[in-house]
């Protein structure tokens, strides 16, 4: 099914798939992926809009299916052959992302719907229980909006103080004025790892390391990294990592909480009901151990299930052969958008991921979009749930490309060549 050889492949959208030199055979990987045949307006689809979502592989599709077909039952709670079965499947899921991003222990993998619930979670639990009046919470100007405004809302409700870390013009953090802005007072700092809407790469293992010698845990939202690079919780030493699977060519729906286990079993749990008790009475509820603690109610069973096919997927390529071919086509579609006039590209961090944001000048990010989309090009536009950043570069909104591991160099060239179509409509 993957062949990582170099060769020539055809399918659907053939016209946009010629030989690519990487060593990465991407023709194969399409053919992993039926969406890819799709046409839009006629047009052969071109996807990317990766940073959105990641579209899913037919091991994932399949998985899903056969689990509705040959498992569908409730987990945790049946004696019955299904109920039994669900829930090893569902827990095999769990070994998967655990082992995935090294984790020392199952009980510090919490499956959640996203990374959005995975930062809220923490937040309503460990935020709740550690921040109080004038302690501060340290994020960034390039966070997504769930990693601002659940901080946010717990600094208002504490009288606690949010700070951020500034950028600088090319996107990236302003490391130098992070000291700064830690005190005594500072109880979290909670870090993107890769922005959504610059593609840069942040420095996490220095800001863990710097924060853990003040005695500050960290939380890293790595819903941009955990498809592009190889994770390590325990190298990086972060207390926090979240992300969404459905970025990672899982299941929408689903999402991971790594904690640290002395701070996990430290914190109350989230929601309560079915599952995450141990014992109920109208007196008082014993927890269930970790990670259990945190899952309340029937979770996403079909699609936590679906992660671990995508886990599977993605370690049968090898995260590393992945990244090396998303930086080639990176490399490549940086020297060809240079060569548009009017580019201006928003983010231009030394260490980037294939996102790449950029402004047409005069001409309006959705109507980019829009002509795009008739040339069956799917791409971004608008803030990308970042606010102060467009606040930052003092602009209302970006078009964003962003790259996975079944795009091609020839889709890159279809997507130079639409672009001259925008010129033409705003000639
Ligand atoms: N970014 C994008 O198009 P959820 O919605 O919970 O799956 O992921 C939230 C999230 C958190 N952090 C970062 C860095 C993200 O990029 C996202 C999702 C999508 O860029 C949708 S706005």
């Not at 082992?99 to 990374?115: M, P, V």
């Not at 069973?301 to 671990?308: E, H, V, W």
């Not at 548009?340 to 990010?365: C, D, M, N, Q, T």
């Amino acid at each position: 099914m993957i062949n990582t050889s170099t060769k020539t492949k055809t399918d659907a959208s053939e016209n946009l798939i010629l030989k690519d030199t990487s060593g990465f055979d991407a023709g194969s990987i399409r053919k992993d992926f039926p969406i890819l045949n799709t046409t839009v307006h006629g047009k052969p689809l071109v996807y990317l809009d990766n940073a959105a979502t990641t579209h899913k592989p037919l091991v994932v599709i399949e998985k899903t299916r056969e689990y509705f077909e040959e498992t569908n039952s409730n987990i945790h709670r049946g004696v019955h052959f299904l109920s039994q079965k669900a829930t090893n499947e569902y827990e095999e899921a769990r070994e998967k992302v655990r082992s995935f991003i090294n984790a020392k222990s199952l009980k510090e993998i919490i499956f959640t719907k996203g990374a959005t619930e995975s930062i809220n979670l923490v937040a309503s639990t460990f935020g709740r229980m550690n921040i109080n009046a004038g302690d501060e919470i340290i994020i960034s100007y390039m966070e997504h909006h769930s990693n601002i405004v659940p901080w946010q809302m717990l600094t208002q409700e504490k009288g606690a103080v949010l700070k951020v870390v500034p950028i600088n013009d090319h996107g990236e953090l302003e490391m130098d004025k992070l000291p700064g802005l830690i005190s005594e007072k500072t109880k979290l700092i909670s870090i993107v790892h890769v922005s959504n809407s610059l593609g840069t790469i942040n420095p996490v293992k220095e800001i863990i390391d710097l924060a853990h010698s003040k005695g500050i845990p960290v939380l890293v939202d790595g819903s941009q990294s955990i498809q592009h690079l190889k994770i390590d919780v325990r190298e990086l030493d972060c207390d926090f990592f979240v992300f969404s699977g459905h970025k990672l060519y899982g299941p929408t729906g689903t999402g991971v909480l790594y904690g640290k286990e002395e701070l996990l079993e430290s914190m109350p749990p989230y929601q309560g009901g079915g599952d995450m008790i141990a014992a109920v009475s109208f007196e008082k509820t014993l927890y269930n151990e970790l990670p259990f603690k945190f899952e309340a109610g029937t979770p996403n069973i079909a699609g936590m299930i679906g992660l671990g096919a995508a886990i599977d997927y993605v370690r049968g390529i090898g995260i590393e052969k992945i990244a090396s071919y998303e930086k080639y086509l990176s490399d490549y579609a940086a020297s060809h958008f240079v060569d548009i006039p009017k580019f201006r590209p928003i983010g231009s961090a030394k260490e980037k991921v294939s996102v790449f944001s950029f402004i047409l000048a005069g001409i309006h990010p959705h109507d980019i979009g829009t002509i795009l989309d008739f040339e069956g090009i799917a791409i971004r536009t608008g803030h990308h749930c970042t606010q102060p950043v467009m606040k930052r570069f003092n602009i209302p909104a970006t078009a964003r490309v962003s790259i996975a591991m079944y795009n091609t160099k020839e889709e890159i060239d279809h997507f130079v060549r639409a672009i001259n179509k925008v010129f033409e409509v705003f000639a």
